[in-house]
């Protein structure tokens, strides 16, 4: 069964997006997926999903996104980290990473790119834990630079509720 997110939010779906119950697709961790249907390629759709939970707030964005690569390890041949930023504010921090991963695809091995996106939002009812959305981009390496910029547009369409 999906999962629900710690914080209400809205956003936008860019234009080409369709969003899919996470359980058809076998993905019952994620709070929301999407997919991009008409850049599918080599057996694989972009998608895009929406994940949260609570944390408490001393454990640093830096710290969620390395245990979300040390889950990715468990079924990757490799795993890479690119370039990190850091941002937002104090009280809704915001991180990002990009990850290579070399996984079997069908049997086949294949290169992804995810780029993950870690948002902190401030508890005001309880200052000592935080809700922690993961929202990731996953597509293969040659899909990449045609969904980018469909993924920023939907990251900065994300509000809180």
């Known amino acids: 069964m999906a999962t629900t997110i710690p914080v209400p939010i809205q956003f936008s779906l860019p234009e080409g997006w369709i969003s899919v119950n996470p359980d058809e697709i076998n993905t019952p961790e994620a709070a929301f997926v999407a997919l991009h249907p008409g850049h599918r ?23 969620i996104a390395a245990e979300s690569v040390d889950r990715l390890r468990k079924g990757a041949h490799e795993v890479k980290i690119g370039r990190t930023t850091e941002g937002g504010t104090a009280e809704n921090p915001v991180y990002t990473q990009a990850v290579r991963l070399h996984v079997d695809l069908a049997g086949q091995p294949q290169y992804l790119v995810q780029y993950q996106v870690f948002m902190g939002f401030s508890d005001t009812a309880n200052p000592a834990r935080r809700a922690v959305l993961q929202i ?14 469909d993924f920023q547009t939907f990251i900065a369409s994300i509000r809180p509720e």
């Open 136 to 149: 990731v981009l996953t597509s293969k390496l040659e899909q990449f630079p045609q969904v980018i910029d």
């Open 41 to 63: 390629g080599g057996g694989f759709t972009p998608n895009i999903t929406i994940t949260g939970e609570l944390r408490d707030a001393t454990v640093s964005l830096q710290q």
